[in-house]
């Protein structure tokens, strides 16, 4: 029963070992014996003994790697030895544990990013199906815009989607108690929870009767507002809630942690709309989400919306002319542009493991050469190729694997640096950890870079032949090129892999650099804005808001340390603007298609002046403006040059809408300078003003030009606005500089990323050749010994090691840089007003690579000049 | 059911499980010197591939191995045959003859 003597020999397997060693010990000392006893000299005799015995043990050791049970007993063998020796050179060891961990690790970050927001589904029934569907605004090039009841009715008719919802987002004054409170609210319709997949944790649903005006009193609540404006009261049900003065009945609390559309919004009530709101096919102003049917795929369910659209354009040419269905999957909706953003971040880590491995690779090449002999003595001693490379990879698995721990530690902090340094508002990235799929993407990358820095030197250092291990030397001398020739490839593509991020970094912080020097068109500093929601109580019509605004920036006015304070309905413009079509008079309308829209928004008399907004033509609001005088209006400098280039746009008329509509003419009386309030990166949009005294709006954003510090005169403009209403609301204080800052964060925060991982390249890729330039000036003592004796200056031997590490940097700089630009295109959707080609980048980066690499290199080149030529030769 | 063998390696056990037979007890080193010596430098064993070839033949049951002291007073390996071992030989013995004849026959008429 051989099976069964295998396996005891497998517990016998010290014993056996020792015996086995003995036993062919036994054998050489005999033949030796023999061959001196037939007159060989005892180095003869030893080497022609070895040369008989030949590749025997390997052949043993074949026999046994065949058995599974005894491969795994090796295995723990080969991690024992491998860990001793990883030990033995604690330096090197570090340094490649280091490098890797620091590959690893952002490689890690980067993952458990993109696993929380990219990968994980949703927190709906089925996610996958579910999708946002919007106005594709062909007038605007606005992909996702808002809209009308009648539109999605007829949406809903589709045959892919088994049900649609309409929603509204809304700001929900909370009032009756001691304090009233803005909270975030979305009026829905009655489907909107069972589209979504979800249920309130406690109570009821919405029922279709309650779209009705006047049955829409009940409100879900969410867990939030529950748990701290109720107290988490068990018995809220059937309890009133304020909102804006009228009571709502609460139906429902929903489950911890539900929030949409938005993570602010915490209380959902009925879309009651009045018959007029139902049957408008212009008025745009709903969001609609869809659940596709289980076997419908996407593509399927997009082409019959557009096929939708396409009939209700012919159905409907007055209206819907212009418009087509734009489906978006709602994982896409939500992720955005940081998908893009996370892939090119990952794309990046994934470079920067790339040199980590190069250079670890370099380092074991290194001192695979110093390990030469101790190689050569284990392959006489019959260990075979497959065996020596076995062993070789098991050590650099086992680094590779320390280096893996170590990443998930400095991921960890990664993380939390991530979190706390990122945009507020990037969705999901609160869901970042470390889980088990991260863990198992840690260990796969780090085996992966195990294997991939671990196989060259591996199979290097175990072309030994016996020959050669015998000779007092070790290694050749054409081995050794070969190997610096090696060594020198390795050291080029780090240094390429490393232009390559360093250019994608310089090109963006580029664009960072020009889009904060962007002039946006009005007064940054010091500008304080604020929102307030009068309380619609006490002022009830049009008249009295225009009036309490008129008193209210009055009072701010004479507050110390304002400038000037103004109002205005919105001072930056989010994706889907309030505007509308309109007509000029006296010229025929376009087809419907080819109208433009233009933004409405209402402000007080001086709030160009209060932001510094340049008046080209015309005149400003001023107190004439009111409600008994004709209506005025201003538009933008890009409006003016659009619709009346050659001619002064002041005195001409226009109105929203159709040209037939009662609605009075409005008279331009002043064209403004352009604002760019959709982002630093857009240019302004045909916009119009209204004067706030004769279009007045409820709510609207204080807008305070202070001589200082914006938030030290809160307190007070608080004081002056509960002077006049005690019951106003004030919510989303900021400045403008804030505001714009937190235009750029996400991509601040990009750009701070891929510098950062730039940089890293840069160190690993210097370590690479200062280690390289240290190895070679090590191996080569006796050639720089001969070149002192022979009197070369020190000066010539620093520039002539430097200038070879400095030719290897140029040829990866050369082909870095051309990869770089091969792939810039890539970038090019994060670029602003630079180019993927930017010269200046280039340049810019090729001098940083030139300065770490003469760094780099000069240090341990100056060695070099220090070997004492009779030492040199003395050591050869 | 014994592992069927690769023609050499059969050859192998052979002339290690023949030599046993003629010579008694012998270690490693004697095995090779006694093949070397009878085949004329002929048959030229690469040495160390004869200790699987031991090994494996000792777990297989055909060959008895223990540790005694050597001609020098060394402690050696010595091999020798078991019963098994021998009804093996007998069987390789009748492999060969049938494998040379087939041979000599295909030389002949091919």
């Known amino acids: 029963m051989a099976w069964v003597n295998r396996l005891a020999n497998l517990f016998r397997r010290r014993r056996l070992n020792r015996e086995v060693e003995e036993e062919v010990r036994f054998h050489l000392d005999a033949r030796i014996r023999d061959n001196i006893a ?59 544990v280091l490098s890797l961990a620091l590959g690893i690790g952002a490689n890690t970050a980067i993952f458990s990013s993109i696993q929380a927001v990219l990968l994980r589904p949703l927190p709906y029934k089925d996610p996958s199906r579910l999708a946002m569907l919007w106005m594709d605004n062909r007038r605007l090039a606005l992909h996702e815009d808002l809209t009308s009841f009648p539109n999605y009715e007829d949406w809903a008719k589709s045959t892919s989607f088994e049900d649609m919802a309409a929603f509204t987002p809304t700001d929900n004054i909370l009032t009756g108690l001691e304090e009233p409170m803005r909270v975030t609210g979305t009026l829905v319709t009655a489907n909107f929870l069972r589209v979504l997949g979800v249920t309130p944790a406690f109570g009821r649903n919405f029922t279709p009767e309650e779209e009705q005006p006047g049955r829409n009193r009940v409100a879900i609540i969410g867990y939030g507002l529950w748990q701290h404006q109720f107290a988490a ?24 942690g539900f929030a949409f559309p938005s993570q602010q919004t ?121 065996r020596l490379i076995r062993q070789l990879l098991t050590e650099s698995t086992v680094l590779s694997l320390l280096a893996g721990g170590l990443a998930v530690a400095i991921a960890f902090w990664a993380i939390r640096g991530v979190i706390l340094l990122a945009p507020k508002d990037l969705p999901r990235l609160d869901q970042i950890a470390i889980d088990i799929p991260v863990l198992a993407f840690t260990l796969a990358v780090s085996l992966m870079a195990g294997v991939l820095f671990g196989i060259a030197p591996a199979l290097w250092v175990s072309r030994v032949d016996l020959n050669d291990a015998l000779r007092e030397g070790g290694r050749s001398m054409s081995g050794t090129k070969r190997l610096r020739w090696i060594r020198s490839a390795l050291t080029v593509a780090e240094v390429a892999f490393s232009m390559i991020l360093l250019t994608g970094a310089g090109l963006m912080i580029r664009t960072m650099i020009s889009l904060q020097s962007v002039q946006p068109g009005f007064r940054t500093n010091n500008v304080l804005t604020w929102r307030i929601a009068p309380s619609r109580v006490k002022y009830t019509t049009g008249a009295q808001v225009a009036t309490f605004y008129g008193d209210l920036l009055r009072s ?93 746009a002041v005195g001409k008329r226009f109105k929203f809408g159709d040209a037939s509509s009662p609605d009075p003419w409005l008279t331009v009386v002043g064209v403004v300078g352009d604002m760019r309030r959709q982002g630093q990166d857009k240019l302004a949009r045909c916009e119009t003003f ?61 750009t701070f990323l891929l510098g950062l991982f730039a940089l890293l390249a840069l160190v690993l890729a210097a370590a690479g ?34 200038g070879e590490a400095l030719g290897l940097v140029f040829l990866g700089a050369i082909t870095g840089g051309l990869a770089a630009f091969a792939i810039s295109r890539t970038l090019s959707s994060f670029l602003y007003s630079v180019t993927a080609a930017d010269p200046l980048t280039y340049a810019a980066v090729l001098s940083l690579l030139a300065v770490a690499a003469i760094l780099a290199s000069v240090v341990p080149a100056r060695r070099a000049t220090v070997v004492d030529p009779i030492e040199a030769l003395r050591y050869e | 059911m014994p592992k069927t063998n690769d023609r050499l390696q059969g050859t192998l056990d052979l002339l290690v499980l023949k030599t046993l037979a003629s010579r008694g007890r012998m270690h490693g080193y004697g095995i090779t010197v006694h093949v070397e010596q009878i085949s004329k430098d002929f048959l030229h064993l690469e040495e160390g ?27 050696a390996r010595y091999y020798s045959l078991t019963p098994a071992g021998r009804k093996r030989l007998a069987e390789e013995e009748k492999n060969w003859e049938q494998l040379t004849e087939a041979v000599a026959r295909v030389l002949r008429f091919a």
């Not at chain 1, 012919?314 to 996370?342: F, H, I, K, S």
């Not at chain 1, 932001?611 to 409600?627: A, E, I, M, W, Y």
């Open chain 1, 690 to 750: 209204m004067a706030m005294a004769q279009r007045p709006a409820r709510g609207m954003i204080l807008v305070v030009d202070t001589s200082s510090e914006p938030e030290k005169i809160a307190g007070m403009l608080r004081d002056a606005v509960r002077r006049l209403d005690k019951s106003a609301v004030l919510f989303e204080r900021s400045t403008i500089a804030d505001q714009i800052g937190e235009s750029l964060a996400q991509r601040r925060f990009q």
């Open chain 1, 769 to 802: 050749i200062y280690g390289v330039v240290y190895q070679s000036v090590s191996q080569r003592t006796s050639e720089l010994g001969i070149r002192v004796a022979l009197g070369a200056q020190k000066a010539n031997l620093l520039r002539m090691i430097v």
């Open chain 1, 556 to 648: 701010i006015q004479s507050i110390p340390g304002v400038q000037a304070a103004a109002a205005v309905t919105d001072v930056f413009l989010s994706t889907t603007p309030n505007s509308g079509g309109f007509a000029i008079e006296g010229r025929p309308s376009p087809p419907p298609e080819q109208q433009i829209e233009a933004t409405i928004d209402r402000v007080s008399s001086n709030y160009f002046v209060t932001l510094g907004v340049p008046l080209l033509h015309g005149r400003f609001f001023d107190s004439h403006d009111g409600r008994d005088t004709p209506p005025v209006i201003i538009i933008n400098e890009t409006m003016a040059h659009r619709f009346w280039p050659n001619e002064d």
């Open chain 1, 233 to 256: 009261d068990p018995h809220v049900l059937g309890k009133n809630i304020e909102l804006d003065g009228q009571q709502f009945q609460i139906a429902g609390v929903m489950p911890n």
């Open chain 2, 49 to 75: 591939s004869l200790y699987p070839a031991l090994h494996r033949m000792t777990q297989s049951g055909w060959l008895r191995a223990e540790w005694r002291p050597s001609e020098n007073n060394r402690r």
């Open chain 1, 266 to 386: 915490q209380i959902w009530t009925p879309l009651a709309l009045q018959p007029r709101q139902r049957a408008s096919r212009s008025s745009y102003f709903l969001n609609v989400i869809g659940r596709m049917k289980p076997d419908v795929p996407f593509e399927q369910a997009r082409s019959e919306m557009t096929r939708i659209g396409a009939n209700l354009e012919q159905q409907y040419p007055d209206q819907n002319r212009g418009y087509g269905v734009w489906v978006v999957p709602l994982l896409t909706q939500t992720v955005g542009r940081m998908r893009e953003a996370l892939l090119l971040l990952l794309g990046s880590v994934g470079f920067v493991l790339l040199i980590a491995c190069l250079n670890v690779a370099n380092l074991f090449l290194g001192r695979g050469a110093a390990r030469g002999r101790e190689i050569a003595v284990r392959a006489a001693l019959g260990a075979g190729r497959r």
């Open chain 1, 38 to 96: 037939a007159g060989m000299t005892p180095v003869e005799a030893r080497q022609d003994a070895v040369r008989r015995f030949g590749g025997a043990v390997q052949a043993e050791e074949r026999t046994r790697d065949a058995d599974l049970v005894v491969w795994l007993d090796s295995l723990g063998k080969d991690v024992t030895f491998a860990l001793r020796n990883l030990r033995k050179n604690p330096g090197v060891t570090s340094v490649a």
